[in-house]
């Protein structure tokens, strides 16, 4: 990924914790900015409509959407989505 705010080139391995900062700026990793979902136009500068608001977009969060940008991750409302289509599929399938 590209750090949102020194541009730099970041490894990312796995989930970003609170405690994560770019090795570059010392910026944190885990905040809006950061997040696949940021976005300036957006309603609360978020496309995830699901996401709570949060005022601060440069300081670490506990946002239960976050997917750091550059992720080849899928959507997590999409995701959520078909889980939850097979979970039902499966209590209602006839035997």
Known sequence: ?????????????????RQDTCPHCHR???C???C???????????????AERIVDK????FCDYFIIRG???????HNRTVEAKKALEALFKKK
């Open 1 to 17: 990924m590209q750090c949102a705010f020194c541009h730099e080139i970041i490894q990312v391995e796995g989930k970003v914790s």
């Open 28 to 30: 944190d990793l885990r």
């Open 32 to 34: 809006c900015r950061q």
């Open 36 to 50: 696949k979902f940021y976005d300036q136009n957006a309603y609360n500068e978020c496309r995830e409509v699901s």
């Open 58 to 61: 440069e300081r670490a969060n």
């Open 71 to 77: 992720s080849k991750e899928g959507s997590g409302s």
